[in-house]
C-alpha cells in the first residue's frame, strides 16, 4: 500500500477525531465547537501560529519548514455539517438534532488535523504550511468569507489545495482534471402575477397557474437552444406553489424556485439573460406580469493546470489509483472562490461504496483518511523540499 505507514499507524487516533466530529456536528457558521477542537489539536501538535475567527468561525494554522524557502502551501478542510436528520444507526451517529455530517467534512477536517500533525513532527520541508480549515462551505460561502478577511494575504499563500471525498469511487483513488472541475451555482425566484377569479369563468381572471406553467416549459428550451450544446448546463425548477387554496380557485400569483449550473462564466451570462426574457414576455403575452429576482451563487470551480500537474504527481505517489482527466461535476463548491485568489487545485478522494453525500445515510469512510493525509503531506514535500 503506498500510504505512508506513519499515517496507517495515525488512523485510529485520526479515526477518533472523525468519529468525535461526527457525533456533534455543526452548522454552517456557527462551527464554535468545532473550531475550538481543531485550534487545541493544533496547539498539542506545536503548529507555530495559531488564529482563530477568520471568516467569522473559521481556523487557521501555520507550520514553518527547517529552511527558508519563499513558497508558502495553503491546504483546505471544511467543517460544517447539513441541516439534515441522520439515519445511519452509527455508534457515534449526531447527537444533534436535525444536524448530521452528510457530505464527510468531519473527514475532510481530520485528514488535514492529521497531516497538521505529522508535519509539525517531521517539518521535512522549506517555506510555510498553512492549514485552512473553514467553515460554512454548505451554501454560506465560507471560503470567501476567509478570503474577503485577507486569508492569501494575511498568510503569504502563494498556492492552494483541497479535496473532497468521493461516493463511488474506490477508496484509494484519487481523481482531478485541470480547468473547470465543479459548476457554477446560481438561483432563481420567479413571481408571477395575473388576476385571481372562480375556476368556472376562466375569461374573466388571468391564470397564473397556466402562465407559471408556460414560462417552465420554456425555461427548459433555453439550455437545448440557446447554449453551445458542446457545453454542460443545467436548469432545475425546483419550486412550483400558487396561492389557491382550492380546486374552484384561480390563483392571483404563482411562486418557483429553480438553480443554474454552469462550466463556464460566460454562460452564467447568457442564462441571467434568457432567463428574464423568457420570464417577462412569456408573462407578458398572456396579460400576466412576472419579476425574476436572480441570486448569485458560487463561481466556476476551475483548477489550474501546473497546479493539477503537482498533485498529479504527489498523488501517484501515495495512491492506488490516480486519474489526471476526470469528467466535470455539476454540484458546485466554493472552494472556487480561493481558485480565484491563487493557483492551485481541488481532487475527489474515493470513499467506496458509500450513500451519496446529502443523504441521511451518508458516512466518511475512515479508511480513506491515510489516502488524504499522504497525499496533503506528499504535496507539501514535493513542492517545498527540504535541503540536503
Known amino acids: 500500500m503506498p500510504i505512508r505507514n506513519r499515517f496507517a499507524e495515525m488512523l485510529p487516533e485520526i479515526a477518533g477525531w472523525r468519529q468525535h466530529l461526527h457525533r ?12 475550538a477542537f481543531v485550534a487545541e489539536k493544533l496547539r498539542e501538535f506545536g503548529v507555530d501560529e495559531i488564529v482563530e475567527g477568520v471568516g467569522r468561525t473559521g481556523v487557521v494554522g501555520v507550520i514553518r519548514g527547517k529552511g527558508t524557502g519563499a513558497r508558502t502551501i495553503g491546504l483546505r478542510a471544511d467543517m460544517d455539517a447539513l441541516p439534515i436528520h441522520e439515519e445511519t444507526g452509527l455508534p457515534y451517529a449526531s447527537e444533534t ?4 455530517h452528510a457530505c464527510g467534512h468531519d473527514g475532510h477536517t481530520s485528514m488535514l488535523l492529521g497531516a497538521a500533525k505529522y508535519l509539525a513532527e517531521t517539518r521535512n520541508f522549506e517555506g510555510n504550511v498553512v492549514l485552512i480549515f473553514q467553515p460554512a462551505e454548505e451554501g454560506g460561502a465560507g471560503a470567501l468569507a476567509m478570503v474577503e478577511d485577507g486569508l492569501m494575504e494575511r498568510f503569504g499563500i502563494d498556492e492552494v489545495y483541497g479535496m473532497h471525498n468521493a461516493p463511488g469511487i474506490p477508496v484509494g483513488t484519487i481523481v482531478t482534471r485541470p480547468g473547470p472541475l465543479q459548476a457554477s451555482s446560481d438561483e432563481f425566484e420567479i413571481v408571477v ?5 372562480h375556476a368556472a369563468e376562466p375569461h374573466k381572471a388571468v391564470d397564473t397557474t397556466l402562465v ?20 454542460s448546463v443545467v436548469l432545475t425548477v425546483g419550486t412550483f406553489r400558487t396561492d389557491s387554496g382550492a380546486s374552484n380557485i384561480i390563483a392571483h400569483t404563482a411562486r418557483m424556485q429553480g438553480t443554474v449550473r454552469c462550466l463556464h462564466p460566460d454562460d452564467r451570462k447568457l442564462m441571467e439573460g434568457r432567463i428574464r426574457r423568457v420570464v417577462e414576455d412569456t408573462a407578458s403575452a398572456f396579460g400576466a406580469t412576472a419579476t425574476l429576482n ?10 489550474d493546470a501546473g497546479a493539477v500537474g503537482y498533485a498529479v504527481d504527489a498523488a501517484r505517489a501515495v495512491a492506488n489509483s490516480v486519474a489526471d482527466d476526470v469528467d466535470p461535476i455539476m454540484p458546485s463548491e466554493d472552494f472556487s ?7 492551485g487545485a481541488y481532487l475527489f478522494l474515493g470513499n467506496g461504496d458509500s450513500a451519496m453525500c446529502h443523504h441521511p445515510k451518508y458516512n466518511f469512510n475512515d479508511e480513506a483518511i491515510p489516502f488524504g493525509c499522504s497525499f496533503f503531506a506528499e504535496i507539501v514535500e514535493r513542492r517545498m523540499p527540504a535541503s540536503q
Open 193 to 197: 402575477t395575473g388576476l385571481g377569479g
Open 212 to 231: 407559471a406553467a408556460q414560462i417552465v416549459v420554456t425555461l427548459h428550451s433555453i439550455v437545448s437552444r440557446s447554449v453551445d450544446p458542446l457545453r
Open 337 to 343: 472562490y480561493m481558485l480565484q485568489k491563487r493557483p
Open 97 to 100: 438534532p436535525g444536524a448530521m
Open 294 to 303: 436572480w441570486i448569485p451563487g458560487y463561481p466556476v470551480t476551475v483548477n
Open 24 to 35: 456533534n456536528p455543526e452548522i454552517l457558521y456557527e462551527v464554535h465547537k468545532t473550531a
